[in-house]
């Protein structure tokens, strides 16, 4: 049974969610209130208030929290106003509405580390100033705040777990909704967030779990597929033993013991051969109920994570709505006219980085309104609307979140960044003179930089931009701007939606793996050693022709590097803004979603490492950090890794195609049609002779028919995907078997593209080709 104490204390702690939940909604008809100039709009807008704080002022009532209660109590008085006829309110009434709210949080403090509410002197006599025709009661509710602050404790919530605030959906608000106001809160239930992580952690480790019974479903199938091998090359051994049992019949009357032996071997082999096809015939079985299980599994495995993750996951618009409020007092503090247009509200993100993301948002809101948007005068002068906007815009594709801040305002002037630039000490005047604009507008990233001559409430303290990258990259994601002079700012900051898992890039470099989130991976692709080029002294590959400066990824990880290197070499491409860096690997293993599991300390500030992660295989890997990643890469690079602009001129090189086939008359017909799309071509009759020319010259991807005598072509992809110097060769299947457990035998034999022969198409061929290549 719960003892008293223990139940004020949950009474308290749902009171103090309850009132974290009803100060925004109330902020934003407040904020409704004071845009809208229709009567009938604010009335309806006044009477939802009236409930809100109304019921705010019940549940204060039974927790015995006397000064929320009182103070509700007193701008219920301060809204009859609203009733009266002639009532114009001024912005000293909103001023105070507003700062009531505020107070309502300092009085009771959500927060549960604060332990004891701070002293409230100072703020309750900046809530005494309101207009004479609410100045009666508010004196009065201040002694008594001030005698109850001394008198009367308030209701204690040490111990109480931290908990995720989810709205819980109060009286009236449902009607407030449909003027479109305040979001509405859904019904819900509170969840403390450690029991969410435990969730999320069992959910993560199931994950684990199927991703390993895939891989043992995955070896049944390969013993499926032996069995199905040597049972083919029993058959193939009819005509042998026809002629042995036609030999054994002829030599009988020679050397009957010797007969006799033969005639029990030659019975023995007819037995096996029932044996294997009766053992195969169970594995079938076996894999088929196997895949059942697997497919019941993940299915069973994904809705557990997807509603695991959907639970952490909360509305943007939990972080938006209170920045109308922060724009509203900024705009009077600076003397401007200022509107946030928001949109995406309902796009969700993981709580951890939804909370971490307030910050730096509002931080960046800031410098727009103060940096960004001129003044009135200002705009009218430059043939501008004398109110400054300012849009904020979630989107979101795939697992990656996207939230853009742009504002019409006066833009980032390039040659006022270069001159602060020389006044601190940061560049010299030859540098500043050779840095172009954009580069002159990454400036504002630097620690301590600051255009601002003074420093106020808001600017001048050099104490910011850094900072809200440096927040931004720690959520794994990164942080973008671009400018044009007089037209305004735009931000861009893009994070993954979640922390907890992540699609990765899985990565083999130096004998090891490791795990690279793809959330600013451009593109993996292959390039032949030989057309690695080097544009302005440095390694670069030309991608759309356009050159990405190369680096080893060896070198970033201070790994060894490889013994040695085929003829071609994986890269993977890492974008930040329009800056784009290539790295060279040994090896890309595939890409797959990965639960992400933190370093424990000392191991969480290793450069280029965010994590850890552990495959299918039970092999656990690191993960790597993508934006430390990008850094250490542009400092190797030695420049910011952008090469000359201009599209790079690269002379046309034909690509090399092997086409393997029994038949001459295929064979002539697909050379026929390569050789016409421009392509050299080489050409071989078996897959043994595959693999010679593929040893003698280079080659760029093979065409490969499937049944032929000795090496067919499930075996040459075999082959050629377990040669160290061949493996990276596209391998294309074309063949008349059509069933469909022989194309899946094809690609688990390595090959990049498998057609039929029956449905044979040119064009289809030689787009295959194109995009391998």
Same mark, same amino acid.
């Not at 600076?334 to 949109?343: A, R, S």
């Not at 001159?419 to 000490?425: F, L, S, V």
């Not at 030859?430 to 808001?458: K, N």
């Given at each position: 049974?719960?003892?008293?104490?223990?139940?004020?204390?949950?009474?308290?702690?749902?009171?103090?969610?309850?009132?974290?939940?009803?100060?925004?909604?109330?902020?934003?008809?407040?904020?409704?209130?004071?845009?809208?100039?229709?009567?009938?709009?604010?009335?309806?807008?006044?009477?939802?208030?009236?409930?809100?704080?109304?019921?705010?002022?019940?549940?204060?009532?039974?927790?015995?929290?006397?000064?929320?209660?009182?103070?509700?109590?007193?701008?219920?008085?301060?809204?009859?106003?609203?009733?009266?006829?002639?009532?114009?309110?001024?912005?000293?009434?909103?001023?105070?509405?507003?700062?009531?709210?505020?107070?309502?949080?300092?009085?009771?403090?959500?927060?549960?580390?604060?332990?004891?509410?701070?002293?409230?002197?100072?703020?309750?006599?900046?809530?005494?100033?309101?207009?004479?025709?609410?100045?009666?009661?508010?004196?009065?509710?201040?002694?008594?705040?001030?005698?109850?602050?001394?008198?009367?404790?308030?209701?204690?919530?040490?111990?109480?777990?931290?908990?995720?605030?989810?709205?819980?959906?109060?009286?009236?608000?449902?009607?407030?909704?449909?003027?479109?106001?305040?979001?509405?809160?859904?019904?819900?239930?509170?969840?403390?967030?450690?029991?969410?992580?435990?969730?999320?952690?069992?959910?993560?480790?199931?994950?684990?779990?199927?991703?390993?019974?895939?891989?043992?479903?995955?070896?049944?199938?390969?013993?499926?597929?032996?069995?199905?091998?040597?049972?083919?090359?029993?058959?193939?051994?009819?005509?042998?033993?026809?002629?042995?049992?036609?030999?054994?019949?002829?030599?009988?009357?020679?050397?009957?013991?010797?007969?006799?032996?033969?005639?029990?071997?030659?019975?023995?082999?007819?037995?096996?051969?029932?044996?294997?096809?009766?053992?195969?015939?169970?594995?079938?079985?076996?894999?088929?109920?196997?895949?059942?299980?697997?497919?019941?599994?993940?299915?069973?495995?994904?809705?557990?994570?997807?509603?695991?993750?959907?639970?952490?996951?909360?509305?943007?618009?939990?972080?938006?709505?209170?920045?109308?409020?922060?724009?509203?007092?900024?705009?009077?503090?600076?003397?401007?006219?200022?509107?946030?247009?928001?949109?995406?509200?309902?796009?969700?993100?993981?709580?951890?980085?939804?909370?971490?993301?307030?910050?730096?948002?509002?931080?960046?809101?800031?410098?727009?309104?103060?940096?960004?948007?001129?003044?009135?005068?200002?705009?009218?002068?430059?043939?501008?609307?004398?109110?400054?906007?300012?849009?904020?815009?979630?989107?979101?594709?795939?697992?990656?979140?996207?939230?853009?801040?742009?504002?019409?305002?006066?833009?980032?002037?390039?040659?006022?960044?270069?001159?602060?630039?020389?006044?601190?000490?940061?560049?010299?005047?030859?540098?500043?003179?050779?840095?172009?604009?954009?580069?002159?507008?990454?400036?504002?990233?630097?620690?301590?930089?600051?255009?601002?001559?003074?420093?106020?409430?808001?600017?001048?303290?050099?104490?910011?931009?850094?900072?809200?990258?440096?927040?931004?990259?720690?959520?794994?994601?990164?942080?973008?701007?671009?400018?044009? +002079? *007089? &037209? $305004?700012?735009?931000?861009? !900051?893009?994070? #993954?939606?979640? @922390?907890?898992? %992540?699609?990765?890039?899985? =990565?083999?470099?130096?004998?090891?793996?490791?795990?690279?989130?793809?959330?600013?991976?451009?593109?993996?692709?292959?390039?032949?050693?030989?057309?690695?080029?080097?544009?302005?002294?440095?390694?670069?590959?030309?991608?759309?022709?356009?050159?990405?400066?190369?680096?080893?990824?060896?070198?970033?990880?201070?790994?060894?590097?490889?013994?040695?290197?085929?003829?071609?070499?994986?890269?993977?491409?890492?974008?930040?803004?329009?800056?784009?860096?290539?790295?060279?690997?040994?090896?890309?293993?595939?890409?797959?979603?990965?639960?992400?599991?933190?370093?424990?300390?000392?191991?969480?500030?290793?450069?280029?490492?965010?994590?850890?992660?552990? +495959? *299918? &295989? $039970?092999?656990?890997?690191? !993960?790597?950090? #993508?934006?430390? @990643?990008?850094? %250490?890469?542009?400092?190797? =690079?030695?420049?910011?890794?952008?090469?000359?602009?201009?599209?790079?001129?690269?002379?046309?090189?034909?690509?090399?195609?092997?086409?393997?086939?029994?038949?001459?008359?295929?064979?002539?017909?697909?050379?026929?049609?390569?050789?016409?799309?421009?392509?050299?071509?080489?050409?071989?009759?078996?897959?043994?002779?595959?693999?010679?020319?593929?040893?003698?010259?280079?080659?760029?991807?093979?065409?490969?028919?499937?049944?032929?005598?000795?090496?067919?072509?499930?075996?040459?992809?075999?082959?050629?995907?377990?040669?160290?110097?061949?493996?990276?060769?596209?391998?294309?299947?074309?063949?008349?078997?059509?069933?469909?457990?022989?194309?899946?035998? *094809?690609?688990?034999?390595?090959?990049?593209?498998?057609?039929?022969?029956?449905?044979?198409?040119?064009?289809?061929?030689?787009?295959?080709?194109?995009?391998?290549?």
């Amino acid at each position: 049974m719960i003892g008293g104490d223990e139940r004020w204390q949950q009474l308290g702690a749902a009171f103090a969610g309850e009132l974290e939940d009803r100060m925004p909604v109330l902020t934003g008809m407040l904020l409704d209130l004071e845009r809208d100039t229709d009567k009938q709009t604010q009335r309806e807008t006044v009477e939802a208030l009236f409930r809100e704080v109304h019921s705010l002022k019940g549940a204060a009532r039974v927790v015995k929290s006397l000064e929320v209660e009182q103070l509700a109590h007193t701008f219920e008085g301060s809204l009859t106003s609203w009733r009266e006829p002639h009532f114009q309110p001024d912005a000293a009434w909103f001023d105070t509405a507003f700062g009531t709210i505020s107070a309502f949080g300092q009085i009771h403090p959500s927060d549960s580390s604060q332990g004891v509410p701070p002293p409230f002197p100072t703020m309750l006599s900046q809530l005494t100033d309101v207009p004479a025709r609410e100045a009666a009661a508010v004196p009065a509710v201040v002694q008594v705040l001030e005698q109850r602050l001394a008198e009367t404790p308030v209701v204690s919530q040490a111990g109480s777990p931290s908990l995720t605030p989810i709205t819980l959906a109060p009286p009236g608000v449902a009607e407030r909704m449909g003027s479109g106001g305040v979001r509405a809160p859904t019904d819900s239930i509170r969840v403390a967030v450690v029991k969410l992580d435990q969730l999320l952690a069992q959910a993560g480790e199931l994950t684990v779990t199927h991703i390993r019974i895939e891989q043992r479903a995955d070896a049944l199938r390969f013993l499926r597929d032996d069995l199905l091998n040597w049972r083919r090359e029993w058959r193939g051994q009819r005509r042998l033993r026809g002629s042995l049992q036609h030999a054994v019949s002829q030599e009988r009357k020679h050397d009957a013991f010797s007969v006799g032996d033969i005639e029990a071997l030659l019975r023995f082999t007819e037995r096996s051969e029932q044996r294997v096809l009766d053992v195969l015939q169970q594995v079938e079985v076996i894999v088929q109920q196997f895949r059942q299980d697997v497919v019941q599994l993940g299915a069973v495995t994904h809705r557990i994570e997807d509603e695991v993750m959907a639970v952490r996951l909360l509305p943007v618009s939990t972080i938006f709505d209170p920045f109308q409020r922060l724009i509203r007092d900024l705009q009077r503090d600076l003397e401007k006219e200022v509107v946030l247009v928001l949109d995406g509200g309902e796009i969700e993100i993981d709580r951890k980085i939804l909370e971490q993301l307030r910050d730096p948002v509002m931080h960046m809101l800031r410098n727009s309104v103060d940096h960004g948007i001129e003044s009135p005068e200002e705009r009218l002068t430059a043939g501008k609307q004398a109110c400054g906007t300012i849009h904020l815009t979630v989107a979101q594709v795939g697992g990656v979140i996207t939230l853009e801040l742009a504002d019409d305002g006066s833009g980032l002037d390039a040659g006022r960044l270069r001159q602060a630039a020389i006044t601190k000490g940061l560049l010299s005047l030859d540098e500043a003179a050779g840095l172009d604009d954009q580069h002159a507008y990454e400036l504002i990233f630097q620690p301590g930089f600051s255009t601002s001559p003074t420093i106020t409430g808001t600017s001048g303290r050099g104490v910011g931009m850094d900072v809200v990258r440096e927040n931004v990259e720690r959520l794994h994601g990164h942080l973008t701007m671009k400018s044009e +002079l *007089g &037209s $305004g700012t735009c931000f861009t !900051i893009t994070v #993954p939606q979640t @922390l907890a898992t %992540t699609r990765a890039i899985v =990565i083999e470099q130096s004998n090891q793996l490791f795990a690279l989130p793809s959330v600013m991976t451009e593109r993996n692709a292959r390039v032949r050693a030989r057309d690695i080029r080097s544009v302005e002294g440095r390694q670069a590959v030309v991608i759309e022709e356009c050159a990405v400066p190369l680096v080893e990824l060896a070198d970033v990880l201070e790994r060894p590097h490889s013994a040695s290197y085929g003829a071609w070499r994986t890269f993977f491409i890492l974008r930040k803004g329009d800056q784009r860096v290539a790295f060279l690997t040994d090896q890309l293993a595939g890409e797959q979603e990965i639960v992400v599991k933190h370093l424990p300390w000392p191991l969480r500030r290793v450069r280029n490492v965010s994590g850890a992660t552990v +495959l *299918g &295989s $039970g092999q656990t890997v690191i !993960i790597l950090n #993508p934006v430390e @990643l990008f850094k %250490t890469g542009l400092e190797l =690079i030695g420049r910011s890794g952008k090469l000359d602009p201009k599209p790079v001129v690269v002379a046309e090189q034909r690509r090399c195609v092997l086409v393997v086939d029994d038949s001459l008359t295929t064979r002539a017909l697909e050379r026929s049609i390569l050789e016409a799309a421009g392509y050299e071509t080489a050409v071989a009759s078996d897959g043994r002779e595959a693999l010679d020319i593929l040893h003698r010259q280079p080659i760029d991807l093979v065409v490969s028919d499937v049944e032929m005598p000795g090496i067919d072509g499930f075996a040459l992809t075999a082959a050629i995907r377990c040669d160290e110097r061949l493996r990276l060769i596209p391998v294309v299947l074309m063949t008349s078997l059509e069933a469909r457990e022989h194309q899946e035998r *094809g690609v688990r034999a390595g090959a990049d593209a498998y057609l039929v022969k029956s449905t044979f198409d040119q064009g289809q061929l030689l787009q295959t080709i194109g995009r391998l290549l």
